[in-house]
């Protein structure tokens, strides 16, 4: 059975502070690895300020660095905390962006995670166009998914329907993937 195939990739719309049958949840994080909007900020307020205090030490990140802090409050045992590149500003923000997710995946692979949900990155206050974001997204999975061994479910966490259906598309061009769960 190849990885691929061992592999459970999903898209659902939903809260990722919510993800209570996954390890691991990816923070679209900001350098400082501080509370702030969007996704960050909802991890933040479930999770509660020991996210922020734990997080502080490692801070600053890079664009495509991923580092794991616990969960604190969140139903999950870890948070991997990547900052994606802000678009137009992170150069070249294609590669910065599948580094986050190669990294965040090479992280959790390490650490024995094997479920973990993550959000579309830089695609909210950061400006990343949706479609090429998913577009990324999906080419990184295809070629870091056959190297995992610990990782058995990535399921995407989308904001809306919308979101969910452009990242599922592209997902499907280059893996075999579970139907989108609304």
Same mark, same amino acid.
């Given at each position: 059975m190849s990885n691929q195939s061992r592999i459970r990739v999903e898209c659902v719309v939903g809260d990722i502070a919510q993800q209570s049958d996954v390890d691991a949840v990816v923070n679209a994080a900001n350098a400082q $690895?501080?509370?702030?909007?969007?996704?960050?900020? +909802? =991890?933040?307020?479930? &999770?509660?300020?020991? $996210?922020?205090?734990?997080?502080?030490?490692? +801070?600053?990140?890079?664009?495509?660095?991923?580092?794991?802090t616990g969960g604190h409050n969140l139903p999950n045992r870890w948070v991997i905390h990547c900052l994606g590149p802000v678009y137009g500003v992170d150069k070249p923000e294609d590669q910065l962006l599948a580094d986050c997710y190669r990294n965040a995946l090479k992280l959790a692979d #390490?650490?024995?995670i094997e479920r973990l949900a993550f959000p579309a990155?830089?695609?909210? &206050?950061?400006?990343?166009?949706?479609?090429?974001?998913?577009?990324?997204? /999906?080419?990184?999975? #295809?070629?870091i998914l056959p190297t995992l061994h610990k990782?058995?479910?990535?399921?995407?966490? =989308?904001?809306?329907?919308?979101?969910? %259906?452009? $990242? %599922? #598309? /592209?997902?499907?061009?280059? =893996?075999?993937?579970?139907?989108l769960e609304f």
């Open positions: $690895l501080r509370t702030g909007g969007g996704v960050a900020g +909802a =991890l933040h307020r479930a &999770a509660g300020p020991g $996210l922020a205090e734990e997080g502080r030490p490692m +801070a600053p990140i890079a664009p495509g660095q991923a580092v794991l #390490e650490h024995g990155l830089s695609t909210g &206050a950061f400006g990343y166009p949706a479609e090429e974001a998913a577009q990324v997204c /999906a080419a990184t999975l #295809e070629t990782v058995r479910l990535i399921r995407f966490v =989308l904001f809306n329907e919308a979101a969910g %259906q452009t $990242l %599922q #598309e /592209a997902l499907a061009q280059r =893996l075999t993937i579970d139907p």
